[in-house]
């Protein structure tokens, strides 16, 4: 089968991209990059070339710029260069010259793509690089996860020519006299893929003539693995982690048939980037710890009476706010208090609702979080009550009083515990004239 229908059955099987999608290529000047930018020019797709000198080869990188410039020109598709001064970018954020010029590079293509609105990026990854990204993985104990490979469309990147070999790359850009040039850091095993491409695999080939096939195979077996480890541990997250307001409350007693397998508790966990031996120290005590905290880069995992609270950590508590008689809004931690002035003396049950007597605020309100000592009179009752009790009687967990907004009238009084409770001075009375409505969303 002729190279520019296995790839059309290739980006049609994958659903890389559709014929009326625009593309940059990111197209280094090599063999790979050269080969499928001249394809994807021949089947017709519209497509544009962005080629990044990053300063590293001396007169080497400027050869490789002209010789994208040109091919662009010659075939009438717009191009985009860049200079790039990786070495001082690794060094100002301690990088490996190759994870620098990696994130300068798909940083700057998806400037592009936003800029000039191309809905994919298009990179010339093929299948040698998907079994060298196994290997580096396998290294670097990613786990079932990075035994994958690399995907053929992830986000706006794409990979359309992730199915070819090397000898079919050479083949193809032979038979198309496709012009390229070889970068000579290729064929150094200074890097880690080089030195995977270079010293680990041949011998990998001297083993089993048939080692790239077997690994491609066992590659589709790790993916099919990984992915049926998803949908089982998805649909079980599912039922345990529920949302509500902002955070994730999972049923302690729901949990605990689980807490023997520390695995699948870490897959359960996954997306909260917990480590395995935290999981481990929840499973073994923390769960009955009430007030325990445990932490991952991304997410808090507090102990509460009866569940386990899940937050972001980008969670803050209540900031202190002044509310004006002419402020329409206040925004408060990711959600909007707003403020009219009307006469419907209805009462509205709405607990984002507080309707009170106007001509009892006195301005500014503020807006602040709760603090130990608070106390209020709950609507309907005569005598007050420390809020601290209040808190735990409505069963609110521990984190969450952080996240509750407490109005303050101009004379120090709560006027509304908000999302909760209205104070019982405030309510609208049959001498009420005008009504002060706050809604909290």
């Known amino acids: 089968m002729e ?19 625009r593309l940059l290529l990111g197209v280094s000047g090599g063999k790979d990059s050269m080969l499928m930018a001249f394809l994807l020019w021949k089947l017709g797709y519209s497509i544009a070339i962005a080629h990044c000198n990053f300063k590293l080869r001396g007169v080497e990188s400027e050869l490789d710029e002209q010789l994208v410039r040109e091919f662009s020109e010659t075939h009438h598709i717009p191009y985009y260069t860049t200079h790039f001064d990786t070495k001082l970018h690794a060094e100002e954020h301690k990088l490996s010259i190759q994870m620098s010029a990696r994130e300068l590079r798909y940083q700057w293509f998806e400037n592009l793509r936003q800029t000039h609105h191309f809905d994919a990026i298009a990179v010339a990854h093929h299948q040698q690089d998907h079994i060298e990204t196994v290997f580096i993985n396998l290294a670097r104990g990613t786990g079932l996860r990075g035994l994958r490979g690399i995907a053929s469309k992830r986000d706006q990147i794409i990979r359309p020519i992730l199915w070819m070999s090397s000898q079919e790359i050479a083949q193809a850009v032979a038979t198309y006299q496709v012009p390229y040039r070889d970068d000579q850091s290729n064929f150094s095993n200074k890097y880690v893929r080089n030195k995977v491409r270079l010293d680990i695999l041949p011998q990998f080939r001297v083993l089993n003539a048939n080692f790239d096939q077997i690994m491609l195979d066992n590659i589709e077996r790790f993916t099919d693995s990984y992915d049926l480890l998803q949908r089982l541990t998805g649909a079980m997250r599912e039922k345990l982690f529920i949302s509500i307001d902002g955070r994730i409350e999972i049923e302690k007693i729901l949990l605990e048939p689980y807490l023997n397998d520390t695995s699948l508790l870490f897959e359960l966990f996954r997306p ?53 008689q002419g402020d329409a809004y206040l925004a ?41 000592g608070d106390r209020f009179i709950p609507l309907g009752m005569n005598s007050s009550k420390k809020l601290s009790d209040f808190f735990i009687q409505r069963k609110v967990p521990l984190l969450e009083k952080e996240r509750v907004p407490v109005l303050i009238n101009g004379n120090g009084e709560i006027i509304w515990i908000v999302g909760y409770q209205l104070d019982n001075r405030y309510r609208i009375k049959e001498n009420t004239k005008k009504v002060a409505t706050f809604v909290y969303r």
């Open 3 to 21: 190279t520019m229908e296995r790839l059309t059955q290739y980006i049609l099987r994958e659903k890389l991209f559709t014929s009326q999608d």
């Open 332 to 372: 408060i931690s990711g959600r909007t208090l707003s403020f009219s002035i009307s006469t419907d003396t209805t009462r509205d049950a709405a607990p984002h609702t507080a309707k009170v007597d106007l001509e009892a605020l006195i301005f500014p309100l503020m807006i602040r979080r709760w603090m130990p």
């Open 272 to 324: 909260y980037n917990f480590e395995k031996n935290v999981l481990a120290d929840l499973a073994e005590s923390g769960l009955h710890k009430t007030g325990s905290q445990f932490e991952s880069e991304s997410h808090l995992l507090m102990v509460d009476r009866t569940h386990l609270l899940l937050y972001s950590s980008n969670h803050t508590p209540v900031e202190t706010q002044y509310l004006e």
